[in-house]
């Protein structure tokens, strides 16, 4: 498996961080969990890559499984 390149947004529309991940590939939509300054964060995936930056990444801790809708 190759190293993908996630560029994630905190808030919707936000500025995209770019994350590195080694496990199961992640795609556009997804929420991964990853470390910051102020503890562990679920952020949004905007984009997937396999092309590496020219500056160093953070890895993604996990791929968060998606919610079960709420019964109405």
Request: net charge positive.
């Amino acid at each position: 498996m190759s190293r993908q390149y996630v560029q994630a947004e905190f808030t919707k529309n936000g500025r995209a961080y770019t994350y590195h991940n080694d496990g199961a590939p992640a795609k556009p939509g997804d929420k991964v969990e990853v470390a910051t300054d102020r503890g562990k964060q679920t952020i949004t995936v905007v984009s997937v890559s396999t092309d590496a930056p020219r500056f160093v990444t953070k890895p993604i801790i996990r791929i968060v499984p998606p919610q079960p809708p709420e019964a109405a």
